[in-house]
């Protein structure tokens, strides 16, 4: 099994940055793949941003593409996802994700994602 536990959520004003930090423990060696997923109220999970747990593929929602970075240290067994200028639309609970798939597939498969973390919500505010 891996574990997954999220933080770096927060209140911020339209604008600001955040980054979510998501430290994996565990079997960490069946990881392939890590990324983020978040679930606003009322709507469903989307996909965020994927990249490879040891290579250099990153994947981004066109939502996201050009604010979000994501990033990840493996001698510390954690990955980043650096958030710019915020919109009030980018509230959500953010979910980490690891999975056993290549980066290129974790955007399609959300309900085949081998692990899961608790979530940290993200609030921006207008």
């Known amino acids: 099994q891996v574990q997954l536990v999220e933080s770096g959520g927060g209140l911020v004003q339209a604008g600001d940055s955040l980054r979510l930090s998501c430290v994996a423990s565990g079997r960490t060696l069946r990881i392939i793949t890590v990324g983020w997923f978040r679930q606003a109220p009322g709507k469903e999970r989307e996909f965020v941003a994927a990249i490879s747990w040891r290579g250099v593929s990153t994947f981004y929602a066109d939502s996201v593409k050009g604010r979000f970075t994501i990033s990840r240290d493996n001698a510390k067994n954690t990955m980043y996802l650096q958030m710019n200028s915020l919109k009030p639309e980018d509230t959500a609970v953010y979910y980490c994700?690891?999975?056993?798939?290549?980066?290129?597939?974790?955007?399609?498969?959300?309900?085949?994602?081998?692990?899961w973390g608790k979530g940290t919500l993200v609030t921006v505010s207008s």
């Open positions: 994700a690891a999975d056993t798939a290549l980066a290129a597939a974790m955007q399609k498969r959300i309900d085949g994602i081998d692990y």
